[in-house]
């Protein structure tokens, strides 16, 4: 006999609710959601471990959703209110607004990464966490935003990245940019694997 506290069983209807604004967004704007369904949770816990805590300045998500990898942060430990959430989607901004209120969220294109920011952040940011959809665009946008992103990073601060894909999204063989990747997250679905980039500091 299985056992749910209110609470679960909340938690367990948002996730279907989540999984039906996706559905109904993908259907709409395909190259835009990028995915049909949010990230799991075991890639969104994934992708969290990689912010460290001990650092300071605010954290930038790109592309929320949703919010199941914000949420992840905020259960990671980082306080609500260092995130920065850029989305494109106003109804997802809509949604982010009442379930974070104390973040901040950014209704624009994270592509323009630096132009959607504008003044919003007033020191370097201590992680940019990124849910985009990279492998639906040219090579050369996503090297555009990862400028972008190193350009709002405080030094050695990292880029993480999701992909469905086995292989990296962005080349990894630039001089004076550091790569790792997690192991492949068999839990989400489809599976998927996070890269982390860091710019090295210049001496």
Request: hydrophobic residues 40%.
């Amino acid at each position: 006999m299985s056992f749910h506290t209110p609470l679960r069983l909340e938690k367990k209807h948002l996730r279907f609710d989540d999984e039906v604004r996706f559905i109904r967004s993908w259907i709409e704007k395909p190259l835009s959601t990028g995915a049909v369904m949010p990230s799991g949770r075991a890639l969104a816990r994934t992708m969290a471990g990689f912010v460290d805590l001990s650092s300071s300045g605010p954290i930038v998500e790109l592309g929320p959703g949703t919010g199941p990898v914000t949420e992840a942060l905020i259960e990671h430990g980082v306080d609500p209110a260092r995130l920065v959430l850029v989305e494109y989607n106003r109804d997802f901004c809509r949604l982010l607004h009442s379930r974070f209120p104390q973040a901040t969220v950014v209704q624009g294109d994270a592509y323009s990464l630096r132009r959607s920011l504008g003044k919003t952040l007033a020191e370097p940011a201590a992680a940019v966490v990124s849910g985009l959809p990279l492998m639906t665009k040219p090579m050369m946008t996503r090297l555009r935003l990862m400028t972008d992103a190193f350009a709002v990073l405080a030094p050695s601060s990292p880029f993480v990245q999701f992909t469905y894909a086995m292989f990296p999204p962005i080349p990894t063989d630039f001089n004076g940019v550091s790569v790792e990747s997690s192991e492949t997250i068999w839990l989400n679905f489809p599976p998927a694997r996070v890269w982390v980039y860091r710019k090295s500091e210049v001496r």
